[in-house]
């Protein structure tokens, strides 16, 4: 086929839906309704006279020629898109976007951040607050830190480890001197539990603890660690979110028993890659937690 005739929006319409493996993550992820994606591979499947993916009921998976096709398309388009982001870096070194689990970008480094500005003036520094893995195309973030209970590596990604997270159990200073003196892990009952996402890490702290939690302890679910500090109630925090803030008096730790809870990774499609400014954050952020 001669390369004026290549479908070229169905081929980035197809590598999306075949590396999601979902037309409706697909669409999403490029701004076009399912039924758009849809179309557009059907019409690419008539054009090389063959499927590219098995239909099934509310999944589709990839046939052989989709699998064939896949693997040629994504390496190529991220070739095509290093080279857009190389040069689109030449002309804009002094930008740089961050993709940034939220909790992180709240407790850690938005307080932190006039330091590094401090260092690199000339650095405009853009923070995209998300937790979904990004593909680092252009127009993208250069560089995201993300939090993984399991995961230490990202598909067509590099990864460096940051720091792992223990939690820690606080309660706001002025909150105790108001309430009832805490000596037992049972004590903390009295104030409620605050959660971060789930009521896991509570209950593995409890179980750590030799105590049972009861029913009645469940306490409200918060989104993230920021919205945590501002809470009422006991909190399990991240040692690294917390420290500043029990330096400064504002919380209080209870009990030296923390429960580990995954680690914190800098993720880029490749460092040796990466934009000066990139550069430069990544050394920041290793520094100021090796210096910890």
Request: proline share 5%; hydrophobic share 40%.
């Amino acid at each position: 086929m001669k390369r004026g005739r290549l479908p070229l929006t169905a081929l980035r319409t197809f590598e999306v839906a075949g590396r999601l493996e979902s037309f409706t993550l697909a669409a999403e992820e490029l701004f076009i309704s399912q039924a758009a994606v849809s179309r557009q591979i059907r019409e690419l499947e008539q054009l090389i006279g063959g499927q590219l993916f098995e239909r099934r009921h509310r999944s589709v998976a990839l046939t052989d020629s989709g699998r064939k096709l896949l693997a040629v398309l994504t390496p190529s388009f991220d070739r095509i898109d290093e080279c857009l982001e190389d040069i689109r870096k030449a002309s804009a070194t002094s930008e740089l976007k961050i993709s940034v689990e939220p909790s992180f970008a709240a407790c850690w480094l938005v307080p932190r951040l006039p330091e590094f500005q401090r260092r690199y003036p000339e650095v405009d520094v853009s923070i995209d607050a998300d937790t979904r893995t990004i593909e680092f195309r252009t127009g993208q973030a250069q560089i995201a830190i993300r939090h993984s209970a399991t995961i230490t590596a990202w598909p067509r990604t590099e990864s460096r480890h940051l720091i792992d997270v223990r939690m820690l159990p606080v309660i706001a200073t002025d909150l105790l001197e108001r309430g009832p003196p805490i000596s037992s892990p049972q004590d903390l009952f009295a104030y409620g539990l605050l959660h971060e996402e789930t009521r896991d890490a509570w209950s593995r702290w409890f179980d750590a603890a030799g105590v049972t939690m009861p029913e009645t302890a469940k306490g409200p679910v918060y989104a993230d660690d920021g919205l945590v500090l501002r809470g009422q109630g006991v909190a399990l925090l991240d040692e690294a979110f917390a420290e500043e803030e029990i330096r400064a008096g504002r919380l209080r730790q209870l009990f030296g028993l923390t429960v580990s809870n995954g680690a914190y990774w800098l993720v880029a499609r490749s460092f040796d890659r990466l934009a000066p400014a990139a550069t430069d954050f990544a050394h920041w952020l290793a520094e100021s937690f090796h210096s910890r």
